[in-house]
Antibody, heavy 122, light 110 residues
Framework: EVQLLESGGGLVQPGGSLRLSCSAS????????MSWVRQAPGKGLEWVSV????????FYADSVKGRFTVSRDNSKNTLYLQMSSLRAEDTAIYYC???????????????WGQGTLVTVSS | QSVLTQPPSVSGAPGQRVTISCTGS?????????VHWYQQLPGTAPKLLIY???NRPSGVPDRFSGSKSGTSASLAITGLQADDEADYYC??????????FGEGTKLTVL
């Protein structure tokens, strides 16, 4: 059974930093691209970042480019999101999600974690 | 504002059929990229409902179906049930923006 468990969320001041983690199990972690998707309170889903299975290729939404860094440790089956220069508009539930599909433009999010809440406020 | 447009809300009575549209453009759905659909029950994480335009993951009832034509896609739900009440999101790939989600549609079962 695929399981994704996020941790690391919390309250942080504007301009601060936070690192999220996602522990994965139930599948061959290094084989699949992984993603972070966020959902602001009462709002829709927003793709944040994607990292390839080997960690060599990363993608970022324009809204976080230059401030967030996605990484993974395949020996620990863990995905990370390092967030810096945080802003109030980064307040959201952050979901870790496994990606699946025949090639990058056709990837979907086939499994999701339960999410971790990040609140940016003074 | 998302590049994939969905109606903010739809509703239907138990047993009825409802559809949710997802309208894109030539840089995403119209470019031939697949459309996927997610169901988000209140207070829970999203769940993959339809992938590759019209495929259901194991465990998803055949009351849910997807279709795609041109620059649009649709999710149909037949035999509406109370526990179908949720938010539904379409998702595709955009040549300029990478992965994109629709704004979401709230389904109310009357």
């Amino acid at each position: 059974e695929v399981q994704l468990l996020e941790s690391g969320g919390g309250l942080v001041q504007p301009g601060g930093s936070l690192r999220l983690s996602c522990s994965a199990s139930g599948f061959t972690f290094s084989t699949y691209a992984m993603s972070w998707v966020r959902q602001a309170p009462g709002k829709g889903l927003e793709w944040v970042s994607v990292i390839s299975g080997d960690g060599g290729t990363t993608f970022y939404a324009d809204s976080v480019k230059g401030r967030f860094t996605v990484s993974r440790d395949n020996s620990k089956n863990t995905l990370y999101l390092q967030m810096s220069s945080l802003r109030a508009e980064d307040t959201a539930i952050y979901y870790c999600a496994k990606m699946n599909g025949r090639s990058r433009p056709y990837w979907n999010y086939d499994y999701w974690g339960q999410g971790t809440l990040v609140t940016v406020s003074s | 504002q998302s590049v994939l447009t969905q109606p903010p809300s739809v509703s239907g009575a138990p047993g009825q059929r409802v559809t949710i549209s997802c309208t894109g453009s030539s840089s995403n759905i119209g470019a031939g990229y697949d459309v996927h659909w997610y169901q988000q029950l209140p207070g829970t994480a999203p769940k993959l409902l339809i992938y590759g335009n019209n495929n259901r993951p194991s465990g998803v009832p055949d009351r849910f179906s997807g279709s795609k034509s041109g620059t649009s896609a649709s999710l149909a739900i037949t035999g509406l049930q109370a526990d179908d009440e949720a938010d539904y999101y379409c998702q595709s790939y955009d040549s300029n923006l990478n992965w994109v989600f629709g704004e979401g549609t709230k389904l109310t079962v009357l």
